[in-house]
């Protein structure tokens, strides 16, 4: 098979890893990939949106199957695109419809898609400038700490806590009347504060069956302890300790059922992904929000562990066969540290070079790109998120300790990363 995978992160270069390894790939294409991507297939020139010169690479290089990384294109609705092209339609595409990609396209959508379907979630309003003064009093009145939450896709940074009401009332003004998020901040959702610990879950769907795949719990914060503003992820580890066995049923029973049985009743055919990042309270699990894709930098760590051939998984969502297949998963610990530019989250420069990617690696530990690019016969940084290094050990403190000493030996000007992913565990 001819395989094209949209994306150019971390995510998109664990992807075309994993992908290479399957014995059904031909040939693979990244679209547009990163430096890491390079060695793993052929990169393409093509933005995640263009979708006429997507079409057209299909057609020049014979695709048989499209993978989609992130979650905009989806939100644009690039499957309705291949549906509605008779050149493409055959094409199997991984990933959901625009609508189903509202789940992650819209909060006040996927609240309500909760609500409906009786999915433990925190309470919640939404609110913009046509009931703006309705929401000023709802804010004032309301039990801190305050969730605040751009409706929209803010790349993963438009979510608020605010620890009294006059930063919520500074963060409600700046959102909607100084668009802070900019389209994604229009609408606002208000919502009560969760007091638990994260995890991540993910699900493969193919509109009537579901797989769950590992879980992984990431690291948001800039800072050490979890301090300091959220980032696009700085880390993550798999398997997650307390999501046993009797959490995790709760979770297919309470949270991904429901979810897939929605999808389906409401006739969304919802094939690819489903992120759902949950809050453990007590005992029990509570839906923060829906992903429409895989994360960032968890699946740094869930790809890795998965010992399936991954197409073969692909293939059968597209074949609705999912319910024929049983996930093999490693067993042992892997963890993900990402190095960042100075400056990130916040301004930064890029275009350094990154010094130490050519010296040997030990067994079970793995470097994948996120904002890098060639130059000759440099690699240079590109983003914000630069790389990450993905160990595998027994426990979570070894598999960071493995991950750091790699760290130590790369290099690039600005390079900061988080020493304590996986603290509360260690």
């Known amino acids: 098979m001819n395989i094209l995978l949209l994306g150019s992160g971390g995510r998109e270069h664990a992807l075309s890893w994993k992908i290479r390894q399957s014995k059904l790939c031909t040939k693979l294409f990244i679209a547009p990939g990163n430096a890491g991507t390079a060695a793993c297939g052929v990169n393409l020139d093509v933005s995640v949106n263009d979708f006429p010169n997507i079409r057209k690479s299909c057609i020049k290089e014979e695709i048989d199957m499209v993978i989609v990384g992130p979650e905009e294109p989806l939100v644009n609705g690039i499957v309705d695109f291949f549906a509605e092209d008779k050149s493409l339609s055959k094409i199997p595409v991984i990933g959901p419809c625009s609508t189903g990609a509202q789940l992650e396209g819209s909060k006040a959508f996927s609240k309500k898609f909760m609500q409906r379907y009786n999915i433990p979630t925190a309470a919640y309003k939404e609110f913009d400038l046509e009931n703006y003064e309705e929401g000023v009093s709802y804010l004032k009145n309301h039990a801190l700490p305050i969730v605040l939450k751009a409706d929209g896709l803010a790349a993963g940074k438009g979510v608020v806590i605010c620890q009294s009401h006059i930063e919520a009332m500074a963060e409600y003004e700046l959102m909607l009347q100084q668009n802070k998020f900019g389209e994604a901040g229009r609408k606002i959702v208000v919502e009560e504060f969760l007091k638990g610990i994260e995890v991540s879950v993910f699900v493969l769907a193919d509109g009537k069956n579901y797989l769950i795949l590992p879980e992984a719990k990431d690291y948001k914060q800039i800072g050490v302890g979890d301090t300091g503003p959220n980032t696009g992820g700085m880390g993550a580890v798999s398997p997650v300790p307390f999501a046993d066995e009797s959490f995790m049923k709760k979770v297919e029973e309470r949270v991904i059922k429901p979810t897939v049985a929605g999808l389906e009743s409401e006739k969304i055919d919802y094939r690819g992904f489903i992120f759902i990042g949950l809050m453990k309270v007590g005992d029990d699990p509570y ?126 000007e600005g390079m900061y990363y988080r020493k304590d992913i996986g603290y509360e565990f260690s």
Do not use: W
């Not at 530019?341 to 530990?365: A, V």
């Not at 470097?367 to 979570?396: D, Q, W, Y």
């Open 287 to 412: 839906v923060i929000e829906y992903n429409c894709r895989l994360g960032d930098p968890e699946t740094e760590v869930v790809i890795p562990r998965l010992k399936n051939d991954i197409l073969e998984l692909f293939v059968a969502v597209s074949q609705q066969r999912l319910h024929e297949i049983v996930i093999d998963k490693d067993e042992r610990v892997a963890s993900t540290i990402m190095a960042v530019s100075g400056g990130y989250p916040g301004s930064y420069e890029k275009g350094f070079e990154i010094t130490g990617l050519k010296k040997k690696i030990p067994p079970d530990c793995f470097v994948f790109h996120a904002g890098t690019k060639t130059e000759g016969n440099k690699v240079l940084t590109s983003g914000g998120r630069v790389l990450c290094v993905t160990s595998f050990a027994e426990s979570i403190y070894e598999a960071v300790e493995k991950s750091r000493e790699v760290l130590n030996e790369i290099d690039f």
